[in-house]
């Protein structure tokens, strides 16, 4: 089990860039594949962007491909997703997401630890 803490979210203007963090607790860090997903009002909890455990391989949802970037800090047991040219249909709560799998899993069902999530609001 590992526990996650999001932070970072908040109100921005289209156009405008947003930097998420996720703290994780544990001496396991890098055996954790690590993924952001986001849910909107009335709508699904969706892929955003997964990181390998090592960092070395990464996945992005295609709303999200060029703009945003998943990026991992073994040492400090962290996990940022920077936001950038961000668009009022990025609105939602972004949750941190983290298992013991072997590959980047775009699907929600296949982590079992959650974040409590972060608000994210990009006004037009």
């Known amino acids: 089990q590992v526990q996650l803490v999001e932070s970072g979210g908040g109100l921005v203007q289209a156009g405008g860039s947003l930097r998420l963090s996720c703290a994780a607790s544990g001496r396991t860090f890098s055996r954790y594949v690590m993924g952001w997903f986001r849910q909107a009002p009335g709508k699904e909890r969706d892929f955003v962007a997964g990181?390998?455990?090592?960092?070395?391989?990464?996945k992005y949802g295609d709303s999200v491909k060029g703009r945003f970037t998943i990026s991992r800090d073994t040492a400090k047991n962290t996990v940022d997703l920077q936001m950038n040219s961000l668009k009022p249909e990025d609105t939602a709560v972004y949750y941190c997401a983290a298992d013991q799998i072997y590959y980047i899993s775009t699907s929600r069902s296949t982590y079992a630890n959650w974040g409590q999530g972060t608000q994210v609001t990009v006004s037009s």
């Open positions: 990181i390998s455990g090592s960092g070395g391989s990464t």
